[in-house]
């Protein structure tokens, strides 16, 4: 209960003879011209108002809100509850192990280590795609994933009977997100506080960059790194500046042939244009009760694509119905609408709130689109699809230019050849060629199977299609799309190219069941498209292995082969180490090109094979019409399901409950695990804090350019044989076939150490033409090359502390914890950028890294700066005096390992620490053992 009320807005609300006491926000004067999202940041300042972390003055800021200033007040966000996946949030669930042990050790009780808001984890990013194609496919990998992460799961046990108010949700269930949106959520919170029921706003924040799906409910939340949601777990308020509100008008309708998929790549492709990084989007107009509730959570999802913090939807009868249709109680849909009603919080078309920008789409003009590359916001017309791959090859396949390709193309199968993109027999034996492929540099590869099936592979060529991912696998429009797609192209006799790994992976067993009363579930299953899991899969890189004799054929003729996925992410190295070029599209879109098998490949113009009269079948011939797929909808999916499939969500299946578990306040750490270590980061720790120091003699780990995200510093995919991780792993006796990957393995800081920087296709500029984890070590006379890792253990050695210089969006992508927690760890003190991405910068942060940016207009290359030099660094020190510097000076000397003529180079750095809350976590050297004093 808040100590303060001195607006008078606590009051009492009435739903179903039940009564809860509420906190008005129309008693702050300003309310009604609020966005929705900070009505509901005004409802939670009232009710957290303590006086001294949340004062009068934050909430009259917010009630005189100026839509278009830069925002400066800082306040202090207090949300419901934490959502966690298991990559991210078995970090968490080891450091408040770690901090229960460090409490006692510092005369505390480790029983105050406790989340103090409900955490929910759910555990999907550990199922690889190791089998596809097969019917035990889904079971078989289950297995290995209890074989592989048998310790981490029972941690996680642990956990769940260690901590009060940790739940898990156990494998093979869904995707968090999903999971979230059809069960978790609660849209309105109700808890006993101090003895009193109180409702409020369901408000959180989530260990993954995705938590903002629910955004498309009206729940807001969003994506932090793992340090932020232990400290939100822990009762520390995030500390935020009132953001700008970006208001997004949608108007028009979906024409035919277009899918919420394209809608959300279009709006992504819209806002990343205009520029969104730290503020909120909110949908709002005549048009917003026409979006149905799965593509609004379609929309909120790619928030981190587009770069704003949250991207939310009002609550209106949308909303209502479908919680009614995923079986949420009638009580708490009453309480839903009531609630929301009387804050102000119900959608109303005809008052408009005021916004900071505004922004408009009509739906009528979105057509069918593709993303890629290698980065969501590459959107790509599908007209042009074939065009725009023949344009980036060349960046892909070495010794290739445009010419070549096109002239290549040309040569080898004539446009008009229908036989080019289908099969044909040839001495007996099936042979395909991968449709237009260009046939240059790289000598195409022959490859024969183990049933005799020959074909021709080459650049382009689709090796993986993957109907995956929450931002699409929750929405029934699509994944139903999908499966009347295989329908249509099974009737037509049309077979996916062999040379594709298909997969499916639900986002909830829902999915299964409809698919199944659909009768849709066997079409999907001719094309190869069989359940490998319930969980991320290949979006988070666990696409498992390239069918073998394809994967041999790409490595020995360097081809630069394609990913079509149902993703939200497409970056550099994450998909699969095999495949250089990676595409989001939609489901339907997915098993399109696994009957065409290579983005090289015109939807409008090449046939994707013939049918039995030997005529060739387009993609408008077996493409379902808007109203096949809603009918599908009505017909095949009800409440019942959902309410059958959530029964029992946290129990799990046998392999789950037969875990063995340890027990005990204080987990026992077992020197032999190489999953679960119990991290450094208090070790020495002392009660008082160690004044802040200046940075002096530190050299250049890493100089790395633009848009480098935090798959390249943190990678959560496979471990490469002789990189550090893997020599550490295989130093402890695991076997190859057993590393798993970085991301399962995040329990384990010495793993991770070892893979910070470690992304294959991370291009540190101290090296020429040199990919991967590796710099150059100035510990050495003449500066070799060396892993980033093994440089790092020599300058601690020698006590030189490190830097990181950066371009522009440094640390955009997922909310990963460990790209902030690898860098500190590897020795770095500061990272001095162009600009940064919100939760990366905020993370730097939170493990005691100070986040820097050349002035503006400015870069390491127009300073002369190339990573040779001597850095130092002074004026931090003023955070001793309770203030923070606006800036710092930076001083840049040449080196023994510098050019002849080099100058010093001299400039001063903005300070990128915001907000006073992140300059008390930095003087403590960060936000964990600032919540460890204060607990003490």
């Not at 008008?249 to 959300?264: E, R, S, Y």
């Not at 609550?315 to 995923?326: K, Q, S």
Request: aromatic share 8%; hydrophobic share 40%; with cysteine.
């Amino acid at each position: 209960m808040s100590a303060v009320n001195s607006f008078g807005a606590k009051s009492t609300l009435s739903v179903g003879g039940t009564d809860y006491e509420i906190f008005r926000v129309d008693s702050v004067t300003g309310y009604e011209k609020l966005p929705f999202s900070l009505k509901i940041l005004l409802e939670n300042l009232l009710r957290t108002e303590d006086g001294a972390n949340v004062t009068a003055g934050q909430i009259e800021a917010l009630g005189s809100w100026v839509p278009t200033a830069e925002p400066d007040t800082e306040i202090q966000f207090t949300p419901a509850r934490v959502v966690m996946q298991d990559f991210t949030g078995v970090p968490c669930i080891v450091d408040l192990a770690t901090m229960r042990e460090a409490v006692a050790a510092l005369g505390g009780d480790p029983k105050r280590i406790n989340p103090l808001a409900p955490a929910e984890m759910v555990i999907d990013h550990s199922v690889i795609a190791d089998l596809f194609g097969q019917a035990d496919a889904f079971e078989r990998n289950v297995e290995i994933e209890y074989e592989r992460n048998g310790e981490r799961y029972q941690f996680l046990r642990w956990g769940q009977t260690a901590f009060d108010d940790f739940k898990v949700v156990p494998p093979g269930t869904g995707i968090v997100h999903q999971v979230n949106i059809e069960y978790l959520a609660r849209v309105t919170f109700t808890r006993e506080v101090g003895g009193v029921l109180q409702a409020y706003p369901d408000t959180l924040v989530g260990t993954d960059s995705h938590t903002t799906m629910v955004n498309g409910l009206g729940v807001l939340g969003w994506g932090v790194g793992g340090i932020e949601a232990e400290a939100a777990m822990l009762g520390q308020p995030v500390s935020m500046l009132i953001p700008k509100v970006v208001g997004f008008k949608l108007t028009g309708a979906i024409p035919t042939g277009v899918t919420a998929t394209d809608v959300v790549l279009t709006i992504t492709d819209l806002l990343r244009k205009h520029g969104v990084v730290g503020k909120f989007v909110e949908f709002y107009g005549e048009g917003v009760s026409a979006v149905p509730l799965a593509n609004r959570a379609t929309i909120g999802n790619m928030s981190p694509e587009f770069g704003s913090t949250a991207a939310i939807f009002p609550i209106d009868d949308v909303t209502l119905d479908y919680l009614r249709l995923t079986g949420r109680p009638a009580e708490q849909v009453a309480l839903v609408e009531e609630y929301s009603k009387q804050q102000h919080l119900w959608h109303d078309p005809s008052h408009e709130a005021e916004y900071s920008e505004y922004l408009e789409l009509d739906l009528s003009t979105v057509v069918p689109s593709i993303a890629g590359p290698k980065r969501p916001q590459d959107r790509i017309v599908l007209s042009e699809a074939k065009t725009q791959f023949e344009k980036d090859l060349p960046n892909y396949a070495d010794g290739i230019d445009e010419t070549d390709v096109d002239e290549a193309i040309a040569e080898t199968f004539p446009a008009s050849d229908p036989i080019a993109v289908g099969a044909h027999a040839h001495n007996g034996v099936a042979h395909h060629h991968v449709s237009h492929a260009p046939a240059v540099a790289s000598k195409p590869s022959q490859v024969t199977l183990a049933d005799g099936t020959s074909y021709t592979l080459d650049h382009g060529a689709v090796t993986i299609a993957a109907i995956t991912s929450c931002t699409n696998t929750s929405n029934p429009s699509v994944m139903l799309a999908a499966g009347l797609l295989a329908r249509n192209a099974v009737k037509k006799g049309l077979k996916a190219k062999p040379w594709v790994k298909t997969t499916l992976a639900p986002g909830s067993r829902v999915v299964t069941e409809y698919y199944e009363k659909a009768g849709l579930t066997q079409d999907l299953e001719d094309l190869g498209f069989y359940t490998v899991g319930y969980g991320c899969t290949t979006c988070i890189g666990n696409s498992g292995p390239l069918i073998e004799e394809v994967s041999a054929a790409v490595n020995d003729n360097d081809l630069a082969v394609t990913a079509v996925l149902s993703g939200n992410r497409n970056f550099e190295g994450r998909i699969n180490p095999d495949v250089k070029m990676n595409y989001l599209a939609s489901p339907p879109l997915v098993v399109a090109y696994a009957l065409a098998g290579s983005m090289n490949f015109d939807f409008e113009n090449d046939a994707l094979g013939a049918d039995a009269e030997g005529n060739g079948v387009y993609l408008k011939d077996i493409w379902p019409s808007a109203d096949e797929v809603q009918s599908t909808i009505d017909s095949s999916i009800n409440n019942e399901m959902f309410t059958r499939q959530y029964a029992s969500v946290f129990e799990g299946d046998d392999r789950w409950k037969n875990l063995p578990t340890p027990t005990g306040s204080v987990f026992e750490w077992s020197d032999e695990s190489t999953y679960v270590r119990k991290p450094p980061y208090f070790e020495g720790m002392t009660l008082e804090t160690s004044p802040v120091a200046d940075i002096a003699g530190a050299r250049v780990l890493a100089k790395l350019g633009d848009s480098v995200t935090t798959d390249h510093i943190s990678p959560a995919g496979s471990i490469k044989k002789d990189s550090p991780a893997g020599q550490y792993l295989d130093a402890h006796g695991i076997e190859y076939k057993d590393f798993n990957s970085y991301g399962s393995r995040r329990g384990n800081h010495e793993v991770m150490i070892r893979g910070t920087f470690a992304n294959i296709r991370l291009k540190n500029q101290l090296l020429d033409g040199v990919e991967g984890g590796y710099t150059r070590d100035f510990t050495q006379a003449d500066g070799p090359q060396s892993f980033i890792y093994d440089a790092s253990v020599n300058y601690k050695a020698a006590g030189t502390p490190l830097v990181i210089f950066g371009g522009k969006e440094y640390g955009s992508g997922s909310s990963r914890d460990w790209a902030a927690k690898g860098t500190n760890l590897l020795g770095v003190k500061a990272v001095i950028t162009e600009s940064f991405e919100r939760i990366h910068r905020s993370n730097l942060i939170g493990m005691g890294v100070v986040p820097l940016q050349f002035p503006a207009g400015e870069s390491a290359d127009s300073l002369g700066l190339d990573g040779t030099e001597v850095v130092s660094i002074s004026g931090l020190e003023q955070l001793n005096e309770g203030t923070t510097p606006k800036t710092v000076h930076v001083t840049a000397e040449p080196s023994e390992h510098s050019p002849a003529g080099k100058q010093t180079v001299e400039f001063d750095a903005v300070v990128r620490i915001d907000t006073p809350g992140e300059a008390d976590y930095y003087r403590n050297g960060g936000i964990l053992q600032y919540v460890l004093r204060s607990l003490v």
